[in-house]
């Protein structure tokens, strides 16, 4: 008997979902998705956040290249024009705590493009090597019972359809609309949490400057500990030979769309290195501003009853604040769990998606806890408060960030968990807590650690007098 497996939204959580599931025992694999897909790395509808700053982690890259072999993901991207970037040595970063250095060892890289040519080439992978078909759809609701997912329900003129499935994986991101189609199986009681610090991105892309072609990646971050809105600026390379600019601000602090408040803005960050960047740069865009930025937890493991046939992964399952660059990597990890539980067990397994879902839990988790455990400091933070777990967790974070500035071994754990190649749980290693105690072993810097090269591009391109 035919086996099919039904997908819900071809974002990269979709598209990786499908390519595991391509492999696991499904003979037709359909992926749905309300949007028009574009024929080429363009903006697409759906997708919010799309036009802002991401940074695809070493973490995430090793995962979809797992979930992909033979597709030469990394490669793919970077022959597109995506660049990579050592977190230790090939970026410019002002965290609350100060400057860090640029250490000459190689430490774990990300990769810089824009989402919308992340997400065509994941697709286009996907498509070339996996038995996959995408369709334009909108998926309204589940068919099955509490105790088994039979299909979905799409809409349709004058009466909605049903498409029938072995196995329904909802991928459909930030605004998903589980919980409603839980409840009409008759699931109901599903725990939700949102935590919202008001964050409003803005950003613009720029013409890379002539000669600038090698300026690291520069980034001053907010600072949730002050007694004002974080705000926080960006420039990464993407393809094109272009620059991304994003701002960000909580609420209180949020950066304008006008193209002289957008400069203003930069210039007054707690270090104006962004702004002077720019300050010369010819603007390619508009500003395009995001509000889609709360943290938003789905606790669907924590369900009394769940349905075979049936898992949730990536946004749909928790999002985090994009400042802290961890959706893409989760959504790859999530992914990664369903293969490895599917290769264990079969999909026709009992248990199977109970399995996965707690599996994809426990990474959406230790992301959770980054997010949130920084953004609850912000003033007027809605969906509380930091508790007491909360500020002993975030004085070792600072305390380690602080060694980090001066001390190689604390940047190495930092680098480590935020390239998401290790559990949070590597601050704690026995050199990792010596080296947050003991404390940077160099003297804060007073300014960024460019070379007298980068200097002198800076000088090239700055318009501010500054």
């Known amino acids: 008997m035919s086996r099919r ?65 033979g597709a030469g993901l990394r490669k793919r991207l970077l022959a597109a024009g995506a660049h990579e970037v050592s977190l230790s040595s090939g970026m410019l970063a002002r965290t609350p705590e100060g400057w860090l250095r ?40 589940l068919t099955g ?36 189609w839980l409840a009409g199986l008759g699931l109901t009681g599903i725990e939700e949490r949102t935590v919202d610090s008001g964050l409003v991105n803005a950003t613009r892309v720029y013409r890379m400057p002539e000669g600038a072609e090698r300026f690291p990646l520069t980034v001053v971050q907010p600072d949730p500990y002050g007694s004002g809105p974080g705000r ?11 620059w991304m600019v994003s701002l960000g601000g909580t609420r209180g602090g949020e950066p304008p769309a006008d193209p002289e408040g957008f400069l203003r803005y930069t210039l007054a960050l707690p270090d104006p290195l962004v702004g002077r960047l720019i300050s010369g740069a010819e603007p390619l865009t508009d500003i395009h501003l995001s509000r889609s930025t709360s943290n938003v937890r789905r606790y669907l493991e924590r369900s009394a009853r769940w349905p075979e046939g049936f898992v949730v992964l990536g ?17 790859a990890f999530g992914a990664r769990v369903l293969d490895r539980e599917v290769s264990r067990s079969g999909l ?31 003033p007027e933070v809605r969906g509380g408060r930091p508790g007491v777990a909360d500020r002993v967790a975030t004085a070792y974070s600072r305390r380690m960030t602080r060694a980090a500035t001066g001390s190689p071994a604390a940047a190495s754990a930092l680098w480590d968990v935020t390239s998401m190649r290790t559990p949070p749980t590597r601050m704690f290693r026995p050199a990792a ?29 700055d318009r501010t007098g500054l």
Not at 156 to 179: C, K
Not at 232 to 240: C, K, V, W
């Open 348 to 378: 026709a397994s009992p248990g199977l998606a109970r399995r996965v879902l707690r599996g994809a839990a426990r990474s959406v988790d230790a992301a959770w806890s980054m997010a949130v455990g920084q953004d609850l400091f912000y």
């Open 102 to 141: 640029r250490w000459r060892r190689e430490g774990p890289a990300m990769l810089t493009c824009s989402r919308a040519l992340l997400d065509w080439e994941v697709r286009a992978a996907v498509l070339e090597h996996c038995r996959v078909e995408v369709r334009k759809a909108a998926v309204v609701g």
């Open 315 to 331: 946004d749909a399952l928790g999002t985090f604040n994009p400042v802290y660059g961890q959706g893409m990597s989760v959504a």
């Open 433 to 461: 807590v010596l080296a947050a105690l003991t404390g940077p072993a160099l003297p804060p810097l007073t300014a960024p650690p460019m070379t007298p090269g980068e200097r002198r591009i800076l000088r090239d391109i």
């Open 232 to 242: 926080s600026g960006m420039m990464l390379p993407i393809e094109g030979g272009r």
């Open 145 to 180: 019972s509490p105790a088994r997912v039979r299909g979905v329900r799409v809409a349709a003129p004058g009466e909605d359809t049903e498409l029938e499935a072995d196995f329904v994986v909802d991928a459909s991101g930030r605004g998903t609309r589980v919980v409603t």
């Open 5 to 69: 497996a039904v997908v819900i939204g071809a974002g990269l959580a979709g598209m990786l979902a499908a390519a595991v599931l391509s492999t696991a025992g499904a003979d037709e694999v359909v992926v749905l998705d309300r949007d028009d897909l574009p024929e080429g790395p363009e903006h697409r509808k759906g997708l919010p956040q799309g036009r802002h700053a991401h940074l695809l982690m070493a973490g995430g890259m090793a995962a979809m290249e797992d979930l992909l072999p």
